[in-house]
């Protein structure tokens, strides 16, 4: 192989790899993909909106889906939380984080938990399309 | 917090969400920011308003 199709199959790689590495850099820190893929901005509005969304959530002690035996619907609930990325895993297990069903706010804080979750996966796909140059 | 409160921070950061996702000129991220939260806010309110008539639990017994 001759140097220029070295550098060649090692730039294919690279642009191979950017996408994969953009989207899940994106699902374990919100707005972290985009922050790799130089839109700064974007990447600080997407951190404080999805934080937001999480920190509300805790705050009203909302529910932090987790499976639950004969309840499938939970399973799907648990993927999209899981979305919020590194910190689902951080409220679960290293907070203890569970909700507290009899708070007043149970239902709104769940809301906001869950959502944050299904935007951090919309923000994957979206740091995914950039990283491919399908968007800008 | 109210209930109409975080009905309207939570219409508030969907929408600003979206809007910085899907648009990326400026004009576009307002008009849609617009649509999105008038539309969340306003549909709550007017499905709040429909299901006013329904009771919101078992009838109470005399």
């Known amino acids: 192989m001759t140097e220029g199709e070295g550098s060649e199959v090692a730039e294919k790689r690279e642009v191979e790899a950017r996408p994969v590495l953009a989207g899940i850099l994106a699902w374990v820190v919100p707005g972290l993909g985009h922050l790799y893929l130089g839109r700064r901005g974007r990447a600080a509005l997407f951190f404080a909106v999805v934080g937001c969304a999480i920190v509300l959530g805790c705050i009203l002690h909302g529910n932090l889906y987790h499976p639950i035996a004969g309840q499938p619907l939970t399973t799907v609930a648990t993927l999209g939380a899981m979305g919020m990325g590194l910190p689902y895993f951080l409220l679960r297990y290293g907070a203890h984080y569970g909700g507290v069903i009899t708070s007043i706010g149970y239902e709104y804080g769940t809301a906001f938990l869950l959502t944050a979750g299904l935007m951090n996966l919309l923000l994957v796909l979206d740091a995914w399309d950039i990283a491919r140059g399908v968007k800008d | ?62």
Request: hydrophobic share 60%; proline share 8%.
């Open chain 2, 1 to 62: 917090m109210s209930h109409f409160l975080l009905m309207v921070v939570y219409a508030l950061l969907v929408a600003i969400f979206f809007a910085a996702l899907w648009r990326r000129d400026r004009k576009g991220q307002i008009k849609l920011f617009l649509q999105i939260f008038l539309g969340l806010v306003l549909g709550g309110l007017a499905l709040a308003w429909l299901m006013y008539p329904f009771p919101s639990g078992p009838p109470v017994s005399p």
